[in-house]
């Protein structure tokens, strides 16, 4: 029997080992802490173009009121012109709202609801001829449901 052992008798396996959990560990550390920021950044990223592609119907709701008012006049139409640009304006507003709704629907589902809703029924007085203050109001909450789904801060502008 032999007494002789070698000095560092393990070897280096155990020695690597370590080293490379470490490095493991680092790394993976290292990945959170760097991408956490990064996703931070795109979901503001994210919300800005939401917000840019439902803007347009912001500006399209504004537009019906001042179209609107010159169109109709006791439930008749008096301008044809100006009452077809009215029905179009919504019809964008409803389109631009669509083209963002699977974003929206993330991020403020109810609030998307809500702003379908008052489109809707926004499209449905402006089809009805309705007094131009309905009309107004109408487009005013619209108008405000959209800001509300899409997180724009602001409020309506005046008719």
Do not use: C, W
């Amino acid at each position: 029997m032999s007494l002789y052992r070698e000095a560092g008798g393990r070897g280096a396996a155990p020695l690597i080992g370590v080293l490379l959990a470490g490095a493991l560990i680092g790394g993976l550390l290292g990945f959170l802490l760097g991408s956490s920021g990064d996703e931070e950044a795109s979901l503001a990223d994210a919300l800005e173009e939401v917000q840019a592609e439902v803007r347009p119907a912001l500006s399209e709701l504004e537009l019906v009121t001042i179209e609107y008012a010159e169109s109709v006049k006791g439930g008749q139409v008096v301008a044809e012109t100006e009452y077809r640009a009215s029905v179009d304006h919504v019809e964008r507003a409803l389109s631009a709202l669509e083209g963002a709704a699977s974003d929206l629907e993330v991020l403020a589902p109810e609030e998307l609801a809500m702003a379908e809703r008052s489109l809707n029924q926004l499209a449905e007085l402006v089809e009805a001829h309705a007094p131009a203050a309905q009309v107004n109001a109408a487009a005013a909450e619209a108008d405000a449901a959209v800001r509300a789904a899409a997180r724009i801060e602001g409020s309506p502008p005046q008719a």
